[in-house]
């Protein structure tokens, strides 16, 4: 019953080669986001989708492509990896009620290029 | 711009002490404030937030306009109390932005 799930936790992989992390979330949110931790532990979003459209795209390198099939789930592909790719990547998904904007945070996925 | 500001990159106290977690802002408009929390190695969690006017686990935190600040505080640390914690700001446009965090270290 996780509510923000994603795939894999953990990836070791060589430079230059494409990856991708997947994320789904079954709260029934309409935005969902990825945010990068790296290794400072500095946390900055990178896109954020809502109903499928891309809202937010922060100077990212257009090496990564987030991929929105359906609201449900945001996936993140990153082509021609680099070193300083290496960082924990948190998918995580909102929704506005009368508290504010709630963000659900996923576990995490720990990206390592060697 | 939108900007969060945790001055204290490492925080250390002895448990059952007093203890505050500076952060401040800057943003023109009304915001929104949250802090969240990261235990060793694990999800981002809500703490709180500044609309609620919530006490989670003991802490509180105040949003002072006046000193654009929403400093989180607790007036007795316990040991489990130690983690990662992100002050942070939502301006209107869905997007969370982070301070740099702070490191609280809870001794026994």
């Known amino acids: 019953d996780t509510a923000v799930s994603q795939t894999p936790k953990y990836l070791v992989t060589q430079m230059g080669n494409d990856k991708s992390i997947k994320c789904e979330q079954n709260?029934?949110?309409?935005?969902m986001y990825w945010y990068k931790q790296d290794s400072k532990k500095f946390l900055k979003i990178m896109f954020s989708?809502?109903?499928?459209?891309?809202?937010i795209n922060e100077t990212v390198p257009n090496r990564f492509s987030p991929k929105s099939p359906d609201k449900a789930h945001l996936n993140l592909h990153i082509n021609s990896l680099e070193l300083g790719d290496s960082a924990v990547y948190f998918c995580?998904?909102?929704?506005?009620?009368?508290?504010?904007?709630?963000?659900?945070f996923g576990e995490g996925s720990w990206l390592t290029v060697v | 711009a939108q900007r969060v500001t945790q001055p204290e990159k490492l925080l250390s106290v002895f448990k059952g002490a007093p203890v505050e977690l500076k952060c401040n802002y800057s943003y023109s408009g009304s915001p929104e404030l949250f802090w969240y929390v990261q235990y060793s190695r694990q999800r981002l969690q809500l703490l709180l937030r500044?609309?609620s006017r919530e006490s989670i686990k003991g802490f509180t935190a105040d949003l002072n306009k006046g000193e654009t600040s929403f400093h989180l505080k607790k007036p007795f640390a316990q040991e489990e109390d130690s983690a990662m914690y992100y002050c942070?700001?939502?301006?209107?446009?869905?997007?969370?932005?982070f301070g740099k965090g702070t490191k609280l270290t809870v001794n026994p």
């Open positions: 500044h609309i």
């Open positions: 995580a998904s909102s929704h506005r009620g009368e508290g504010g904007n709630t963000i659900y």
């Open positions: 709260l029934g949110h309409d935005t």
């Open positions: 989708y809502n109903n499928k459209e891309l809202i």
């Open positions: 942070a700001l939502e301006g209107g446009s869905e997007k969370l932005v």
